[in-house]
């Protein structure tokens, strides 16, 4: 009984996710970020990030110039041309930010593990990832940071890594300690490419 009111769940999520998607306002998001109960965020071609509503079908152009969003526990974290910068996004057609992180580099990537963000950034001769903590959204804090290799093309974590890739290698961090992140593992790539 359990297993298939697991299944239904899964399925019902799977069809509103559908619906959301087939929308023309949705699809012309370069990327689906978040979908809730009544709101898909998401990034235009043309930048911005935007939320759609569900019961209207509108976009609403609430969180500017952003680069990439990530939402989460109500906020949205978003990248912008100030840095990082943090919604709150309880009323979404009003949302009100919380505060800025100012950060060095282009940023290319953004994860949010509550109450930390990982931001990753790029100059032209390295790559580097703050964590931020927002324990205190109005107060974020740089917890730690770390130089990575210059050509990150994708990155992931979980609770106590991060693992990026180069074309020539995957790397893992331990980021149990967010003030001491330390390389626990090169991984060349060369050996599992085909021919």
Not at 185 to 191: D, F, K, R, S
């Amino acid at each position: 009984m359990l297993v298939a009111a697991i299944v239904i769940s899964l399925i019902g999520s799977f069809r509103e996710y559908q619906v959301a998607v087939a929308r023309p306002e949705v699809q012309n998001l370069v990327s689906l970020v978040s979908v809730d109960a009544d709101t898909v965020y998401g990034v235009r071609r043309e930048g911005g990030a935007v939320a759609v509503r569900g019961h209207t079908g509108i976009p609403v152009d609430v969180l500017g110039d952003a680069k990439m969003v990530r939402v989460a526990g109500g906020r949205a974290y978003t990248v912008c041309r100030e840095g990082l910068k943090i919604f709150s996004v309880t009323d979404v057609e009003h949302p009100q930010v919380v505060s800025v992180y100012p950060v060095k580099g282009e940023a290319f990537d953004l994860q949010v593990a509550p109450p930390y963000v990982y931001l990753f950034t790029r100059s032209n001769t390295t790559s580097s990832v703050y964590i931020v903590s927002t324990e205190n959204p109005s107060d974020p804090y740089k917890a730690g940071q770390a130089v990575l290799p210059p050509n990150i093309v994708s990155t992931s974590l979980n609770e106590h890594r991060i693992y990026a890739t180069t074309p020539d290698a995957a790397y893992i961090y331990s980021i149990e300690e967010k003030s001491s992140i330390a390389l626990v593992a090169e991984i060349p790539l060369g050996m599992v490419r085909g021919r």
